[in-house]
């Protein structure tokens, strides 16, 4: 069965610390891993990493793809109190036109 | 560009009762879903749609109709509320035939007593 994990469920900083999100999955035959961003309504996307792109960058946020062990971490640096949000995981399994979404991990900022 | 919009955004109904949620894009996009989010559970997706015409079954289907008449709408049907379908509703597309960087609506909350 196919299965992303997310760790931890919940973290609280304070802002300007840095934090690292974990996501692990098992797939069959796996092609990409998605980051999304959930603040109060909809998910927003940040990353796509693939087999040809396993590292991608946007300002404060970087995520990194271990095609070996299975598994991609989010990192943001410099937290900021906007970045309080719900950060899911999510893969495709190949030949499954889906995505399987890891339980999301909140992160809270505080002033 | 509307992008997805999702109609009601709140919903509250009586065990039994049925009702439709709306979905629509127009962005042109093949690709649509439906996905039901609950607390510590993350996104399940409910059914999906791959063009007008064509539908399949995701994870959690029970209870749920779906049907894609044309390109632009997708809406999600339940047939008979049950209190176990409480829960925040997502709506999704992508350009391709495929989930790559979906884009959600802003969700239906309902709540069924």
């Known amino acids: 069965e196919d299965k992303v994990v997310q760790s931890p469920l919940s973290l609280v900083v304070h802002e300007g610390d840095t934090v690292t999100l974990n996501c692990s999955y098992e797939?069959?035959?796996?092609?990409?891993l998605l980051w999304y961003k959930q603040e109060k309504k909809a998910p927003t996307f940040l990353f796509m990493l693939?087999?040809?792109?396993i590292e991608k960058k946007s300002g404060r946020l970087s995520s990194i793809l271990d095609k070996k062990e299975l598994f991609s971490i989010l990192n943001i640096t410099a937290t900021q109190t906007g970045d309080s949000a719900v950060y899911l995981c999510?893969?495709?399994?190949?030949?499954?036109?889906?995505?399987?979404f890891g339980q999301g991990t909140r992160l809270t900022i505080n002033p | 560009n509307a992008g997805v919009t999702q109609t009601p955004k709140f919903q509250v109904l009586k065990t039994g009762q049925s009702m439709t949620l709306q979905c629509a894009q127009d962005?042109?996009?093949?690709?649509m879903s439906w996905y039901r989010q609950d607390p510590g559970m993350g996104l399940r997706l409910i059914h999906y749609?791959?063009?007008?015409?064509?539908?399949d079954q995701g994870e959690v289907p029970n209870g749920y109709n779906v049907s894609r008449s044309t390109t632009e709408d997708f809406p999600l049907r339940l047939l008979s509320a049950a209190p176990s379908q409480t829960s925040v509703y997502f709506c999704?597309?992508?350009?391709?035939?495929?989930?790559?960087?979906?884009?959600f609506g802003p969700g239906t909350r309902l709540t069924v007593t």
């Open positions: 693939t087999s040809s792109g």
């Open positions: 749609s791959v063009g007008a015409g064509i539908t």
């Open positions: 797939v069959t035959n796996f092609r990409s």
């Open positions: 962005m042109n996009h093949e690709y």
């Open positions: 999510a893969v495709p399994p190949r030949g499954a036109q889906k995505l399987v």
């Open positions: 999704a597309s992508s350009y391709q035939t495929g989930p790559y960087e979906q884009y």
